[in-house]
């Protein structure tokens, strides 16, 4: 059975970078499109950046564009999420997921296997 684990949250400043890590366990992730999602205090879960299987396309919000880079690496089964210029605004738990569609939209209903999520916090 898939197992997801996220890690690599933390407390960040303004201006600073991340790296969130996605490690799959029971499944090869392969042939499966992931995701990283997040969700805020009071807010709803929002698609961050999604990664594609065999094609390797990828989607980034427009919130994250130009700062956030999804990447896989397959030998570690693992999924990463590069950080960079973090804000304010990027504060909430962030959670990977995969999908069991072939061609899902980077939004949360789409995705079936979530991970406990990471807290990622930037203030000074």
């Known amino acids: 059975q898939l197992q997801l684990v996220e890690s690599g949250g933390g407390l960040v400043q303004p201006g600073g970078s991340l790296r969130l890590s996605c490690a799959a366990s029971?499944?090869?992730?392969?042939?499966?499109?992931i995701g990283w999602f997040r969700q805020a205090p009071g807010k709803e879960r929002e698609g961050v950046s999604c990664?594609?299987?065999?094609?390797?396309?990828?989607y980034y919000a427009d919130s994250v564009k130009g700062r956030f880079t999804i990447s896989r690496d397959s030998a570690k089964n693992t999924v990463y999420l590069q950080m960079n210029s973090l804000k304010p605004e990027d504060t909430a738990v962030y959670y990977c997921?995969?999908?069991?569609?072939?061609?899902?939209?980077?939004?949360?209903?789409?995705?079936?296997?979530w991970g406990q999520g990471t807290q990622v916090t930037v203030s000074s």
């Open positions: 990664i594609g299987s065999t094609d390797g396309s990828t």
């Open positions: 997921a995969r999908s069991r569609l072939i061609h899902p939209m980077c939004t949360p209903r789409e995705y079936h296997n």
């Open positions: 029971g499944r090869t992730l392969d042939y499966s499109r």
